[in-house]
């Protein structure tokens, strides 16, 4: 009987154990996590804050982090466009009323022309978006075959990039209907 009852005690007590080791994990994880924070974005004291104030505080640190990540992208694709000469201030402006003050409403689209390929670069806000199966569809319905489709999301802004080929290099694509039922869809 002496055997039976240790043999139950023996998983309490490794329940116990792996519990314990698990708590001690937990606990130099949410430290060591503490200890990344800049010491400049803590409110109190390290030592005065409970294990639930130094999550928080990571918690904050890491949107804050992800708020300047945001900016940096916004500054990056605003770089890109002034780079491919367009006016960045008037297409990534974040309210509406910019957007009518500088004759700019979203969304809106540029095409260019590759020779053998088509390069079309669409950028819409959240609000005003339009269906991407629908400019696909117009390039496939005028001779091109989209073969990378790409969108990135900016603050209230989604750009999308679309590069297509011809598909019979004979017959070529026609870029000036192509660019006219492309501002057609997106009136």
């Known amino acids: 009987m002496n055997k039976s009852t240790s043999n139950?005690?023996?998983?309490k007590v490794e329940r116990?154990?792996?519990e314990k080791n698990r708590r001690i994990h937990m606990k130099n994880l949410c430290s060591e996590l503490a200890s990344l924070i800049?010491?400049?974005n803590i409110t109190t004291s390290k030592e005065l804050l409970s294990q639930q104030d130094q999550l928080d505080q990571a918690a904050s640190y890491i949107r804050q982090l992800k708020e300047k990540i945001d900016g940096l992208?916004?500054?990056k694709e605003q770089a890109i466009l002034l780079s491919e000469g367009i006016d960045p201030s008037?297409?990534?402006t974040s309210s509406n009323d910019q957007e009518a003050n500088l004759g700019f409403v979203l969304p809106v689209f540029e095409l260019r022309d590759h020779g053998l390929g088509l390069e079309v670069i669409l950028i819409s806000g959240r609000r005003?978006?339009?269906?991407?199966y629908e400019v696909i569809s117009i390039l496939e319905e005028e001779g091109a075959e989209v073969v990378s489709a790409s969108f990135s999301v900016i603050g209230d802004k989604i750009f999308h990039t679309l590069h297509a080929q011809v598909r019979?290099?004979?017959v070529g694509v026609e870029t000036?209907?192509?660019y006219n039922r492309l501002k057609e869809l997106i009136r």
């Open 8 to 11: 139950n005690q023996s998983p």
């Open 16 to 18: 116990k154990t792996v």
């Open 38 to 40: 800049p010491q400049h």
């Open 73 to 75: 992208k916004l500054r």
């Open 90 to 92: 008037s297409s990534l």
């Open 128 to 132: 005003k978006n339009f269906m991407l």
């Open 168 to 170: 019979l290099s004979r």
């Open 176 to 178: 000036t209907r192509v």
